[in-house]
């Protein structure tokens, strides 16, 4: 990554907790280069390498977990449109809304309850 993107997104983590317990935390940035290389290669959190530096899946995890309940992805991602957009680098020839698994606000009504035509047994007559 390189510094001019890192700059863009450093402003929107948060910072870390002043009195988080237990060993130095992996920088932020090495955490988010760990959170992409996952998602690009379309792996598993278990299978990030440790000898590239970026911690372990699962601190990478916890990480991308922070700073979704923080709202930043909701922000950078409106922040990084708007500037692709700005700079002419968006193809929305081939953008596509799918709404398939949105719930529908009303929703169709409930069928009513329709009696069966299957066949039952003679009434005993003897």
């Known amino acids: 990554m390189d510094d001019d993107l890192w700059a863009l997104i450093e402003p929107f983590l948060p910072p870390w907790p002043e009195k988080a ?3 130095r935390p992996v920088p932020d940035r090495l955490c ?3 959170i992409l290389y ?3 290669n379309d792996i598993a959190w278990q299978l990030l390498p440790h000898e590239m530096g970026f911690g372990s899946g699962q601190t990478c995890w916890r ?3 922070r700073w979704q309940q923080a709202g930043v992805s909701d922000q950078l991602h409106r922040v990084l449109l708007a500037r692709l957009h700005a700079a002419g680098k968006l193809d929305w020839s ?3 809304v799918d709404g398939s698994h949105v719930r ?3 929703g169709e009504p409930t069928p009513a309850r329709r009696r069966s035509t299957g066949g039952r047994r003679a009434a005993n007559i003897t």
């Open 63 to 65: 990480r991308l977990e």
């Open 104 to 106: 529908a606000k009303k």
């Open 32 to 34: 988010l280069q760990g």
């Open 38 to 40: 996952v998602l690009h």
């Open 94 to 96: 081939r953008a596509c």
């Open 21 to 23: 317990a237990g060993p």
